[in-house]
């Protein structure tokens, strides 16, 4: 079974960057094809519901507001850009179809303050 596998969260200041990371552990052939399709990445603020902040479809890369999705196929990677951050994008960030139909991962933690 595919087990998505997020990283890059931490700490940023305000104003700030961050570059998160989406792999995936399984066979190789349906990982591959896992991410060749339509993937987003995810947000879940404290007390609030799950919410897509970004998605991918037929793309290599899409940029929506200080946020640019974009993934490498070879890498089996899915990344996430995220710049002038402000305090409302805290929360656990997770990648996904953009179905969100397969098994969630952990999820990577995100927390902008000063």
């Known amino acids: 079974q595919v087990q998505l596998v997020e990283s890059g969260g931490g700490l940023v200041q305000p104003g700030g960057s961050l570059t998160l990371s989406c792999g995936a552990s399984?066979?190789?052939?349906?990982?591959?094809?896992?991410?060749?399709?339509?993937m987003a990445w995810y947000r879940q603020a404290p007390g609030k519901e799950r919410e897509l902040v970004a998605q991918l479809t037929n793309n290599v890369y899409s940029v929506r507001g200080r946020f640019t999705i974009s993934r490498d196929i070879g890498k089996r990677m899915l990344y996430l850009q995220m710049n002038s951050l402000t305090p409302e994008d805290t929360g656990v960030y997770y990648c996904n179809r953009i179905t969100g139909h397969q098994p969630w991962g952990q999820g990577t933690r995100v927390t902008v303050s000063s």
């Open positions: 399984g066979n190789i052939e349906t990982v591959s094809a896992l991410f060749r399709g339509g």
